[in-house]
Structure formats: structure tokens, C-alpha cells
């Protein structure tokens, strides 16, 4: 299994560049915008998509307050019905594909080069048109929100002087109203509006951005592990990585076919989806089936909970060792766990679809599929109150939100088990409870984890320490915040007041948890607040991070903080799991446990107590770090070059769908039936991927000048 | 700022020299980004000294508990106080923390939702105490394993023992729980064959209307259809019935969370819903499926009534709307011209108004898309349960009808000047004139009987429990010797 693989690459970042057999020049400057735009450098990307992860986090969180000012009062006039139904489209639509998951990709991308040794991610070209593509399926995603805010602000001059503008403008109902799940037959041309096609096609676009990324990470974590580095060596949040990556490749596809079908439904007059089309104002049958939506929905619905959370107990799987000085409780265990979780995840789908009417056999099936969920699960809460026990834990800012996600995740997975419960769950479906329910999920788990994530590498990745007394508040705020909000929702739930309403009765006596809840969204977005002060002010105070300020065990803490461009000097050799612990306190302790047990059989053989890689790997590995101090020696460090092409690839993709939705008779020329301003696009589009195919890697060296003069 | 000392403690440190150990192992060298060029062997720098994280830079561990410490008992005064909670706000699971109940599913009034109510409060316990006990189990390894000095711990790696008992004990626990759920799955499934009374329903952009096909609108003219109604269901107490579950439109969902679970009304589907309705008393239902804009105000009524009044109400709903009560010798009330705009979408059963019947395939948004207006002087709620039905909110609902529910499609006639405020007036005199000879029924008691007793007859006049429910000739005559009698 020691598949050392470590494509040298030819160039250094500050030789003499030419210009290969490219149209556009290679970008030279490693500051300032330009450099930003055309980087390829896996942490410089990871920073860019965990600052838009954020930014979308923010107006992601205001949408929800929005939200909770509206249900703070029965009956309240805040938003209208419209207004109401275009926030929580978006609140779930930002928070899933928006903030949590390109803030995973953030980590994915800053930590795991670091964590397997290596300099960068197998195609590092393709990881700047993933950012840049997320970022173009955002702003077609948010570009009705941007357009509505001329009504929305004459409306809260409305509101506020009594005053509503008559005049209509034209973007009045241009917001994504139809949920984050987009079920049809809302979403077909008889019952909504351009909008939908915003959300479809921004959709669309960011899982092309989440597909190319999930290659990059598959190819890079199977390839690119420094020597010695066996599968069963690979940090946790490797692993919990790899597992995401391969989710997102098999899961993506799945939505991916279901929004072509819409668009057809949508722009072709097909009718995948609806039942019933309206011609000449009769009503016909047409043979669709909203159903097919919804399995095609909830196929790639239910692996998108695991792709979010996943990484999250990659995180804590790294932070609770970390913390408690203690090698993670059952690490094979958890793998399996991880690999459990993912492949079960692909069989519970029908549990979204419990009342849909599908009949008492699947029903049972997918019941028992949801409850066999729970195993990992708890297998993966006891694990890490396992690795604690026993520990010398020191609760630091990440400790309490890793250990915070245990505790909370336990709620949220127990509500799983009764929503698995079919009849209960005929019950509880589209309730209040389901909220709860998946908020103590993607809040309790994945937030916490991505905060735990922020404060546990943020030395590390801006060589800066924050404060720990601002962290504390933080999440101590978080943790009332969240449960003041999301706890009396089970209450809500239980007392019969479904998702999705934008008003309730004064007479229902609901009121009472409303008002708290709304109390507690206003608690977890001060805690946002101090969050941001404490970056602020770290800034301010910029006091060096040290490179390995919480005693780290995986490879990332070995290098300094900030890590330099070339991230190692020499590729690190790996020998064990926790290798920095073995470096820094001896192979003693490792060499006992049931987990090197394990290993032997899969990588080393035990001598003298420890575990060392047999003697073939050992040879290989050892031959490997020749060759590549070798190629080092002679050459300096090899990196691929900035580029310009993934950008204009993904710019030219955003034109050809802009081209697309436009929705203006003087605006969308067409051209053969093809709207002009797609044509461009598409032209744009080629253009980068050739020059990008003809582009090398990196430009051949010249000298041994740049970055290996500084050996 | 406590804790800058800590920091400068550590700050003049390299913090790298430490990673020039030569892992024994192998004879292979670390060697790091920025690492001197020199071949120096490790120094022996003690490693606790390095491990002090700082970050923060705070050394609380020398402090005798600290922050962290008093932060951890924070932490589980609020998980104590968290499960205080839910226990004193619970019984059994269930809850007592709203006014009223009759919008949840835990004061259930049908075998069904009992059933249902059973595996909830199972499920709701086991839940608890894995809750407790994981809880105690996080709270207590925090406080007692906190750092109190540098060494290193114990490195343990796993335990298979362990590891095989917290992977076999919740399976044995799920299969426990498992066992009743699909037994309830598939009782439940088998239940709906036996249903002998059927109620057609069909989910409208924001409205229900019920069809009874066992149930012709005319005895003598079967072209009439079923019989109709809106918003509000009628059934016969013992009616084992079942729901024919339509939409023409988008996808809803019915709910009577004390009488049953949901089930989504989906276009070309027909799904159903069945359930015994033991217990005489008015229930509150709901869409629960996002619908569009008024989703929130798509409420509805189910209205369990002994056989007889329900035959009486069958009879009611047959007779066109007459002048004090007795349709056989009063004149029928004439509806007032300004009705004919309302006749687009809206019928009144036994007058010219009761043409073509709205079914499945009829166009969601022209003729048939409002709701039948018969006995509506009757219905407690107006709107689809959103207003109460007093004749001042039925003069708002005709003038401000976008203002009281947000995306309907019921066109304002009144502002756009159509109609005017004398018609208006005359449009509510005319609807509250809508009720059968001899007046409103009495409602049945809101949420259920409290003194029914399933399986006891508490009203001598129902029938017999799970015998068909038919309006035979011979109810209505039993039916209308009461009403008259009365």
C-alpha cells in the first residue's frame, strides 16, 4: 500500500518564465490582486474560499434573523408571504451549498497538502477553476438577490415611513422561493418564475466546481502522500477527506441529471416533473411525476448532510487528540466508521420521502437503512469520549467547540433515530422537530467543527494567535445562542407547527418558544460578532503564532506558521501515525495499542517493539526521499506556475449561463437559437481550457535561482 | 490580559529545534522548511516545556481549576438544567407547554395516532436516557481528565472490548425499536383495506375541498356529482375512513395531527389516509407540504359528529338555503346579483349556482377554483381557517382580501370596483343567510370528547362501532324527525 508518488514538479515560482505555446502572458507578481486571481497555490485557494465560505456564512446567518424577526410575533407583517418564502429558500441554499460546504473545501484545501507532506494538490490549475467556479455559481445563485434589493429597500421605506412607492420594479418577484429542495411541481414554469432558473443554474454550476474538486482530492490523497505515508498512517481529516471527496463524486451527479431534467421542464416545455401542463387553459396529463424529483433530489439530498458533516468529525477526530495528548481512541475504527457512515449514507434517501406514500415495504427497508445509520455514529461519539478519558485535557477555544460538536451532535443524532421511526416520523415530518433535528446536525456538528477548525489551524494558516479569552466568549455565546435556539424547536414541533409558515395563529399558543427562539438567533449572531472582533483584533495585535502552538501531532505543525509557498523544504519521511508525536517524544508509547497491531498487518512488521515500514516499503520510501532530495539539490523546489486560464474558464462559464437566464428581449440576441451572449461565454470558456491544455504546468528552469538558492 | 507571560515565555524559543530528532527507527531524518543547515543531533529539549500551548498563552493549569474548570462546570450546570428542562415540560413525552394541545400529535384521539403516540413516548425514553448517560459520560471525562501537570498521558490506542460493545449494544437497542415500527408500519398499511367510508380530497392553492362519493349531492339526479364541501370535514363517529389524497396543482399535505400522521397529496398520485374516528369532537388539520405563498393559511377542520347529526347535516347540505329555517314551506333566499361575480369559482348547493362540479382535472386557476359555499354561515372559520366567520370579517375578507391572506388567488373585486360597499354588505347578509333549516348544529367538542371511553358507547345515539356508515333513507327520516323534534 505505500503507493509514494511524488510528481516532482519542474519549475520555481520565482525562476525566469516564458511564454510557452500560451495566448495570455504567465502572471510574475506574488502579491497583490493580480497574484490572488491567478494563483494556484493550494493555500492561497483554500484562504479565498474560506473568507467567500464566510462572507456567505454572514448573509446566510442575516437571513435567518430576517427570519426569526418575522416569527417573533404570531401573525406579524415584517415580511410578506412572498418575502418570507424567498428567505428561507436562501437561507438553506447559502448555508448548504454557499457557507458550510466551500468552508469544508477551505480546510480541505489549506490542511491536507500540509497533513500528507506534500506542496500542493495533484492538479493545482483545476483547484483555481473549482474556486472560481464556486464563485460564479454564487453570484448567479445571489445575482435575484442583489436585483431585489431596489423593492426590498422601498419596502422598509414602506414600513418604516408609511410611505410604499407605487411604482413596480422590475425584479419584483425574482428571489428563489421554493425551498432549498426545489420540489417540483413548484418549481415547473406553471407555478413559479425566472427565479427558478437562477437556482437551477447556479446549482448546476457550483457542482461542477464540487465535482472538479472532489477529483483533485481523490487523485491527490491516493497520490501524494509523502513516502512512508501508508492509507492507515493518514491523519483522520485525510481520511475524512478522501471519504467526502468520493461522496461529492457519486452523490453531485445525481442532482446534476435532475436539474438538466428541470431545465428542460423549464425551458424546452418537457414535463419530467409535472404531472399536468396547462394548454390552451386545459388542464392535460403529461405522465410526469413529481416523485422522480424527489428520489433524484434526496439520492444526492442525503450523501450533501454527509458531505457537510464528515468533515466536521474529520476536524474534531484531529482537535480531541490534539488536546487531550492522546493518539485517537480506535483509529481504525473510526475510518471504517467514516467510510460506514458514507456508504450507508446512499441507502436512507426514502427517509425524507416517509409520508410521500411509498408503501409499508419501503418504508421498513429504508427505516431500518436509517436506524443502522446511528451505529457509526455513536461508534464515532463514544471514540472520541474515549480518546478524552484518560487524557490531559486542556479545553483552548478549539477543544471546547470539538468537544461542544460531541456533545450537541448526540442530540441531533437521536432525533435522527426518531425520525427513523416511520410513523412517528408521519408525525414529526415538515415539523418544527425535523428542524431541530438537522439544525443540531449542520449547527451543532458542522458549525462547531468549521469554529473548532478556525481556531485550531487560524496560527497555523495567518501566523497569528488569536485570543483565547475572546474564543472562550465565543463559544460560550455559540453554545447558549444555539441551544436557545434550536432546543425549544422540538417543543414547536411537538405542539404541531410545521416548516415553512410564514405566519401563525395568535390563538395557537405558539408564541411563547417563538419569541425565545428568536432570542437565541439574536445571541448566536453577537457570538459571529466576537468572532470577527477577535480576528480584528489579532490582527491588530499580530502576535506571532509559533509553528506548533497546541502541540500537533500531524505533519501540517512541523513547518512554520505561516507555511512557506513550497510548504516542506524536503518532504517529510512518515514512519507511524501521529509521525510529529513520534518525533517529538519518542516511537515509545506508539509501539503499544491494538491500532499498530493493525498497522502491522497492512504496513510494517513489528522489531524491537516498534512498528517500522517492512522492508521493501522502507527501501522504497527510502529510495523515493533520495530521488526527491536529489531533484531538490539540483534544482531547488519545483512549483507549478500561476495561471491565468482557470479563471477565465470559469468567467467564460459564467457568461455562457448569464446568457442563458437573461430575461430581456433587447438584451438576449439569438444566434441560431443560441443566445448570443452564451455563444461569447462558451467561446470565452474554450479558449481558456485550450490555452490552459497547451499551457505546461510550470515553464522550464532556467538556473538554479529562486526558491532553492535558500538552502 | 492574562496569559501575555505565558506567551513570552515561549516566544524566544525555536520552536523547531526540537523536530531535528532523528527518528531511531529508521535512521531517517525529518528535515523541515527553515531548519538551520546544521547537523546538530537533538538536544534533549524538554518536551513539556515546548508543549505549552501558547495560544492565548494563559497557564491555567498551575492556577488550581481556572477558567477552563470553572467554564466545564458552566457546562454542565446548563446540560443539567437542559434536561430539567425537557423533563418538567414533558409527560411521558408529551407536552404541556402550549395553551392548547389540539394542534399536536400528543394528545392523540384515534387508535392510530395512539399507536403512533406509544412508539413516541417509547422512542422519546430510550432517547433520554442514552442522552443522560452520554451527556454524564462527556461531562464527566471533561472535568476529570482537565491537565493538571505536563506529563504526558498514558497512550492508549483503542480497546476492541469496548469498541465491540458500543457497536453491538445500540444495534441490539435499534433492532429492539425496530420491531414495533414496522409492526406499526404494516398494521397501519393493512388498515387502510378495511375502510368503509370514503372521503375524496383534493388540495387546492390554498384550500381544501372534500367530495363524499359514497354520498350523491342529489337523490334524484346522479349528473350532480357528490356531495361537496370545503375546509370543513364532516364524518360520522365509528366511520372507519379512509382519504382519496388529489391535487391538481402543486404537492400538499394532510395533517390532522390528533387523529393521524401525514400524508402528501401529490399530483398524479393517489395516495390515501386512513383512520377510525372514535371519538365525537372538532380536530385541527393543516397543510404541512410547502404549497406557494398562503401556505401557512391552508388550515382545515375535521368535525367527528354522531351518525344522526351527520345524516342531518348530509340532508342540510342538500336543500338549497332558505328563509327561517323550514325549506319545505319558506322561500328560498334569492342570492343578490352581486353574487354572479363570485359564481366564477364558488357554487351553493340548491340554487342555479350549483352547476358543473369542480374535480381533479379541472384548471387551478379558472372555474371551480374556490371553494363550495354551502352551510358556510355554519363553518366556524372563513379563508381556509383563517379568520373567524362573523360577518365583519367576511365584509374584510371581500375588501381586503390580499391583506388578510398574503398570495391568494380570490380576486379583490371590491378594489378593483366591481363591487361596491352596499353590495358587499348585501354579499355577507346572503352568505350568512347560509345554514340549514332550524340552525347551526352544535360544535363538537374542539380537541375531542374528554369523557369518551373507546370502546364504550357514550352516546346512545351512535351506531355501532365498524359497521358501515351509509346514509340510508331510513338515517335521514331518523334524522330529520330530530331536527324537527328539536
Known amino acids: 500500500m505505500a503507493s509514494v508518488v511524488y510528481p516532482a514538479p519542474h519549475a520555481q515560482p520565482h525562476g525566469d518564465t516564458s511564454r510557452g505555446t500560451a495566448t495570455v502572458a504567465r502572471p510574475k507578481s506574488q502579491t497583490g490582486l493580480r497574484s490572488w486571481l491567478t494563483t494556484i497555490d493550494h493555500k492561497r485557494i483554500g484562504i479565498m474560499y474560506g473568507v467567500s465560505a464566510f462572507l456567505?456564512?454572514?448573509?446566510?446567518?442575516?437571513?435567518?434573523?430576517l427570519i426569526r424577526v418575522q416569527l417573533a410575533r404570531p401573525e406579524n407583517t415584517f415580511v410578506d408571504a412572498q418575502r418570507y418564502n424567498e428567505l428561507f429558500t436562501m437561507h438553506g441554499t447559502t448555508m448548504v451549498f454557499l457557507a458550510l460546504m466551500p468552508m469544508a473545501s477551505?480546510?480541505?484545501?489549506?490542511?491536507?497538502?500540509l497533513q500528507i507532506g506534500a506542496r500542493d494538490v495533484a492538479f493545482p490549475r483545476l483547484n483555481a477553476f473549482s474556486l472560481w467556479t464556486f464563485v460564479a455559481?454564487?453570484?448567479?445563485?445571489?445575482?435575484?438577490?442583489?436585483?431585489?434589493?431596489?423593492?426590498?429597500?422601498?419596502?422598509?421605506?414602506?414600513?418604516?415611513?408609511g410611505w410604499v412607492p407605487q411604482f413596480t420594479l422590475p425584479f419584483g418577484n425574482f428571489v428563489p422561493d421554493q425551498g432549498w429542495y426545489g420540489y417540483a411541481p413548484l418549481t415547473t414554469p406553471l407555478f413559479s418564475g425566472k427565479e427558478i432558473d437562477f437556482w437551477a443554474f447556479g446549482i448546476q454550476v457550483l457542482g461542477i466546481a464540487s465535482l472538479a474538486a472532489s477529483f483533485n482530492f481523490i487523485v491527490t490523497i491516493f497520490n501524494m502522500r509523502a513516502p512512508g505515508m501508508t492509507m492507515m498512517r493518514m491523519p483522520i481529516f485525510t481520511w475524512s477527506t478522501l471519504i467526502t471527496s468520493i461522496l461529492i463524486a457519486m452523490a453531485f451527479p445525481a442532482v446534476t441529471i435532475a436539474l438538466v431534467l428541470l431545465s428542460f421542464d423549464r425551458l424546452a416545455g418537457t414535463s419530467f416533473f409535472s404531472p399536468y401542463n396547462l394548454v390552451d387553459g386545459q388542464l392535460i396529463a403529461t405522465g410526469g411525476d413529481p416523485l422522480l424529483w424527489q428520489h433524484l433530489f434526496w439520492i444526492f439530498g442525503h450523501p450533501e448532510v454527509y458531505i457537510l458533516i464528515l468533515p466536521a468529525f474529520g476536524i474534531v477526530s484531529e482537535v480531541i487528540p490534539v488536546f487531550a495528548r492522546k493518539p485517537l481512541?480506535?483509529?481504525?475504527?473510526?475510518?471504517?466508521?467514516?467510510?460506514?457512515?458514507?456508504?450507508?449514507g446512499f441507502g436512507v434517501w426514502v427517509h425524507h420521502m416517509f409520508v410521500t406514500g411509498l408503501g409499508p415495504t419501503p418504508d421498513a427497508v429504508f427505516s431500518a437503512s436509517t436506524m443502522l445509520i446511528a451505529i457509526p455514529t455513536g461508534v464515532k461519539i463514544l471514540n472520541w469520549t474515549a480518546t478524552m478519558w484518560g487524557g490531559s485535557l486542556r479545553f483552548s477555544t478549539p477543544m471546547l467547540f470539538a468537544v461542544g460538536l460531541v456533545s450537541q451532535f448526540v442530540i441531533g443524532g437521536l432525533s435522527g433515530v426518531m425520525h427513523a421511526v416511520v410513523p412517528v416520523d408521519s408525525q414529526q415530518n415538515d415539523t418544527y422537530f425535523v428542524v431541530a433535528h438537522f439544525h443540531y446536525v449542520l449547527f451543532g456538528g458542522t458549525v462547531f467543527a468549521i469554529f473548532a477548525g478556525l481556531y485550531y489551524w487560524w496560527p497555523k494558516i495567518f501566523g497569528k494567535v488569536l485570543s483565547e479569552r475572546l474564543g472562550k466568549l465565543h463559544f460560550w455565546l455559540t453554545f447558549a445562542g444555539f441551544n436557545l435556539t434550536f432546543f425549544p424547536m422540538h417543543f414547536l414541533g411537538l405542539a404541531g407547527m410545521p416548516r415553512r409558515y410564514w405566519s401563525y395563529g395568535a390563538e395557537s399558543g405558539l408564541w411563547f418558544w417563538n419569541i425565545i427562539v428568536s432570542a437565541g438567533a439574536l445571541l448566536i449572531a453577537a457570538s459571529v460578532w466576537v468572532f470577527l472582533y477577535n480576528v480584528l483584533e489579532s490582527h491588530k495585535r499580530d502576535r506571532k503564532a509559533p509553528a506548533d502552538p497546541w502541540d500537533g501531532a500531524t505533519l501540517e505543525w512541523a513547518i512554520p506558521s505561516p507555511p512557506p509557498v513550497y510548504n516542506f523544504r524536503e518532504i517529510p519521511i512518515v514512519t507511524h501515525r501521529d509521525q510529529l508525536w513520534v518525533e517529538k517524544y519518542g516511537p515509545g508509547d506508539h509501539a503499544h495499542g491494538q491500532?499498530?497491531?493493525?498497522d502491522v498487518t497492512i504496513a510494517g512488521a513489528k522489531v524491537g517493539g516498534m512498528t517500522v515500514p517492512d522492508e521493501q516499503a522502507g527501501e522504497q520510501a527510502a529510495q523515493r526521499a533520495e530521488t526527491l532530495h536529489a531533484e531538490d539539490d539540483a534544482h531547488g523546489i519545483h512549483l507549478p506556475n500561476p495561471s491565468w486560464y482557470p479563471l477565465i474558464s470559469s468567467v467564460g462559464l459564467l457568461v455562457l449561463v448569464l446568457g442563458i437566464l437573461i430575461d430581456n428581449p433587447h438584451l438576449q440576441v439569438l444566434f441560431l437559437g443560441i443566445p448570443l451572449i452564451s455563444l461569447v461565454g462558451a467561446v470565452v470558456m474554450i479558449l481558456g481550457f485550450y490555452g490552459w491544455a497547451f499551457e505546461p504546468a510550470s515553464d522550464p528552469v532556467h538556473s538554479d535561482a529562486g526558491m532553492g538558492s535558500a538552502h | 490580559m492574562p496569559g501575555r507571560t505565558g506567551a513570552g515565555r515561549v516566544e524566544g524559543l525555536d520552536p523547531l529545534q526540537w523536530l531535528r530528532y532523528r527518528c531511531a527507527a529508521t535512521g531517517l531524518r525529518l528535515r523541515l522548511a527553515r531548519m538551520p543547515p546544521t547537523g546538530a543531533e537533538p538536544t534533549g529539549l524538554g518536551a513539556g516545556a515546548l508543549m505549552e500551548p501558547v495560544v492565548g498563552g494563559q497557564d491555567r493549569s498551575r492556577a488550581g481549576g481556572g477558567t477552563a474548570g470553572r467554564l466545564l462546570a458552566l457546562l454542565a450546570v446548563v446540560l443539567v438544567a437542559l434536561v430539567v428542562i425537557v423533563v418538567a415540560l414533558t409527560r411521558f413525552g408529551g407536552l404541556e407547554v402550549v395553551d392548547q394541545q389540539f394542534y399536536s400529535h400528543i394528545s392523540p384521539a384515534t387508535g392510530k395516532a395512539e399507536d403512533i403516540q406509544f412508539l413516541y413516548r417509547l422512542i422519546f425514553w430510550l432517547a433520554l436516557v442514552v442522552f443522560v448517560g452520554v451527556q454524564t459520560a462527556i461531562v464527566y471525562t471533561a472535568l476529570k481528565f482537565r491537565r493538571r501537570n505536563e506529563t504526558r498521558p498514558p497512550q492508549i490506542h483503542g480497546n476492541r472490548t469496548a469498541e465491540i460493545a458500543w457497536t453491538v449494544i445500540p444495534a441490539v437497542v435499534l433492532l429492539a425499536l425496530f420491531i414495533p415500527t414496522a409492526q406499526t408500519i404494516f398494521k397501519h398499511a393493512a388498515a387502510e383495506e378495511t375502510a368503509d367510508f370514503e372521503i375524496d380530497v383534493l388540495g387546492k392553492q390554498w384550500w381544501w375541498e372534500f367530495q363524499y362519493p359514497g354520498i350523491p349531492l342529489s337523490e334524484t339526479d346522479a349528473a350532480a356529482g357528490p356531495l361537496v364541501t370545503a375546509n370543513e370535514i364532516m364524518i360520522p363517529q365509528g366511520a372507519n375512513v379512509v382519504f382519496n389524497l388529489h391535487s391538481n396543482n402543486v404537492i400538499h399535505s394532510f395533517w390532522v395531527p390528533q387523529l393521524s400522521g401525514k400524508r402528501d397529496v401529490i399530483p398524479g398520485h393517489e395516495n390515501r389516509l386512513q383512520f377510525t374516528a372514535d371519538k365525537v369532537g372538532e380536530y385541527f388539520g393543516e397543510c404541512t407540504e410547502f404549497c406557494g405563498s398562503a401556505h401557512a393559511w391552508m388550515r382545515f377542520k375535521v368535525l367527528v359528529v354522531p351518525p344522526p347529526e351527520f345524516a342531518a347535516w348530509v340532508q342540510a347540505m342538500r336543500q338549497p338555503p332558505a328563509v327561517d329555517g323550514n325549506p319545505e314551506t319558506a322561500d328560498v333566499v334569492e342570492a343578490p346579483p352581486a353574487f354572479g361575480?363570485?359564481?366564477?369559482?364558488?357554487?351553493?348547493?340548491?340554487?342555479?349556482?350549483?352547476?358543473?362540479q369542480q374535480g381533479i382535472n379541472s384548471n387551478p386557476y379558472g372555474e371551480g377554483a374556490g371553494p363550495n359555499l354551502s352551510l358556510l354561515a355554519c363553518r366556524d372559520t372563513i379563508a381556509a381557517g383563517l379568520l373567524e366567520n362573523t360577518p365583519e370579517n367576511l365584509a374584510r375578507w371581500l375588501k381586503e382580501t390580499d391583506d388578510v391572506k398574503d398570495g391568494t388567488y380570490m380576486p379583490n373585486y371590491y378594489e378593483q370596483g366591481t363591487i361596491n360597499d352596499q353590495q358587499v354588505q348585501e354579499l355577507v347578509d346572503y352568505l350568512m343567510t347560509l345554514k340549514p333549516a332550524g340552525g347551526c348544529p352544535a360544535d363538537p367538542p374542539v380537541g375531542g370528547d374528554p369523557a369518551f371511553v373507546p370502546g364504550q358507547q357514550t352516546d346512545d345515539r351512535a351506531l355501532p362501532q365498524n359497521q358501515p356508515i351509509a346514509v340510508a333513507p331510513a338515517a335521514e327520516t331518523q334524522a330529520r324527525a330530530a331536527v324537527e323534534g328539536s
Open chain 1, 106 to 113: 477551505a480546510f480541505f484545501n489549506y490542511v491536507v497538502p
Open chain 1, 329 to 344: 481512541f480506535g483509529y481504525a475504527v473510526m475510518v471504517y466508521a467514516i467510510a460506514a457512515i458514507a456508504f450507508l
Open chain 1, 595 to 598: 491500532e499498530d497491531e493493525l
Open chain 2, 341 to 356: 361575480v363570485c359564481l366564477a369559482c364558488h357554487r351553493v348547493n340548491g340554487t342555479n349556482a350549483v352547476i358543473a
Open chain 1, 56 to 65: 456567505f456564512f454572514m448573509l446566510g446567518g442575516f437571513e435567518a434573523l
Open chain 1, 137 to 161: 455559481g454564487a453570484i448567479i445563485l445571489n445575482l435575484p438577490v442583489l436585483a431585489s434589493l431596489p423593492s426590498t429597500l422601498a419596502y422598509i421605506l414602506g414600513q418604516l415611513f
